[in-house]
């Protein structure tokens, strides 16, 4: 009996024992947490709250200078383009324009000069005017200098072939002007062929631009030179565009060949048999 009594008590205080045990364990887990702060809240003054778990700092910070702006790099790229494009232009050495002392043909052989070159590269279209105003001195840069002055910001950038008219309308001398306009008024394509008359047409337009308002008026100017059979079958459409009317006037000078052909074979074979 004695004996069983004891095993209890050696039992009670193991189990004693290992309660204080657990007890001394949650105590210190709960010095190593850090202490909660309840928000004060007092009326008319703003909480302010202490968070029990640390914040996480951001692995990266932005800055200032490392911060990357889309625009400004595409902006820097299409400088560093223009550039080599600029670099690229000059390496070929393009003839200079002063607009001093002016003869048509120099006036042409510029703008000529320019094209080829143009092509040569394959320059972009946007390109084309800051290219070629590299080539102006003189009295030339001073007159580019005003256009660029004037011009509203408004509009879009000058275009190449608006370009080549300005300066034909300001650097093409009065008196060759008037013999062209008077030309052009009595241009006809006779019995030359449509791309002949083609070239005299459009290289007058070239050379004073004013001679027609627009589209429209080119193409009827263009129509009414033309051979009397081709503006037959030209005229009857009545297109509206120069490109339609000058396709159309292709087209019928193709179809007179053919026809033409055919009468001289038929004829050279009637000539045959009744030889």
């Avoid at 383009?81 to 324009?97: G, H, N, Q, Y």
């Avoid at 001289?264 to 048999?273: C, N, P």
């Amino acid at each position: 009996m004695v004996g069983a009594m004891q095993r209890q008590e050696d039992q009670i205080a193991k189990l004693q024992q290992l309660v204080a045990q657990q007890a001394s364990a949650q105590a210190e887990v709960e010095r190593s947490e850090p202490p909660v702060v309840a928000p004060v809240v007092t009326e008319g003054v703003a909480t302010a709250t202490v968070p029990i778990a640390a914040r996480t700092v951001p692995t990266t910070v932005a800055t200032g200078s490392g911060t990357t702006n889309p625009d400004g790099a595409a902006l820097e790229a299409e400088r560093e383009r223009a550039l080599a494009a600029l670099m690229m232009f000059r390496k070929f050495d393009p003839p200079t324009f002063d607009g001093e002392k002016v003869e048509p043909w120099m006036v042409e052989s510029w703008i000529d000069s320019m094209e080829t070159l143009f092509e040569d590269l394959y320059t972009l279209e946007r390109d084309k005017v800051h290219l070629a105003t590299r080539c102006l001195v003189r009295t030339t840069k001073v007159w580019w200098k005003r256009i660029k002055r004037d011009r509203s910001p408004d509009l879009p950038p000058l275009s190449w072939e608006k370009f080549r008219s300005l300066v034909y309308t300001t650097y093409f001398p009065d008196n060759e002007k008037k013999k062209l306009q008077e030309q052009f008024r009595k241009l006809e394509q006779g019995n030359r062929s449509i791309g002949e008359y083609e070239r005299e047409f459009s290289h007058i337009i070239d050379c004073v631009p004013d001679v027609v308002w627009d589209v429209k008026d080119r193409a009827d100017w263009f129509e009414r030179g033309l051979r009397q059979d081709i503006y037959r079958a030209v005229h009857i459409l009545k297109l509206t565009t120069y490109a339609e009317v000058l396709d159309r006037a292709l087209w019928a000078e193709h179809g007179n060949a053919h026809i033409r052909e055919k009468q001289e074979a038929s004829e050279k074979e009637g000539g045959k048999k009744r030889a």
